[in-house]
């Protein structure tokens, strides 16, 4: 069956880094696109950052020059490296693929 399992959230200082994991099984993943989305409290869930088969990227405007999505097919792993982190980044964060999702990992920025 399909798993995409998230690590390496937790509680940063804003300003502060992060990197996100994504290790997928049970896809097909090198042809795949892969997103991250996230979903904060109070608020529906957004598409922060995607990256398709052949590395092409898009993120949602809020996050641009921050954060970077990329993928190791070689791993099945995708990652998000995020910098200059805001408060506002706070929640949590999901690999998503199709209809698939992890379970989440939370991001905690503190002011």
């Known amino acids: 069956q399909v798993q995409l399992v998230e690590s390496g959230g937790g509680l940063v200082q804003a300003g502060g880094s992060l990197r996100l994991s994504c290790v997928a099984s049970g896809i097909a993943f090198k042809i795949r696109t892969m997103a991250w989305h996230r979903q904060a409290p109070g608020k529906e869930r957004e598409m922060v950052a995607s990256i398709t088969s052949t590395d092409n990227t898009r993120y949602v405007d809020s996050v641009k020059g921050r954060f970077t999505i990329s993928r190791d097919n070689a791993k099945d792993t995708v990652y998000l490296q995020m910098d200059s982190l805001k408060p506002e980044d706070t929640a949590v964060y999901y690999c998503?693929?199709?209809?698939?999702w992890g379970q989440g990992t939370q991001v905690t920025v503190s002011s």
């Open positions: 998503v693929n199709r209809v698939y």
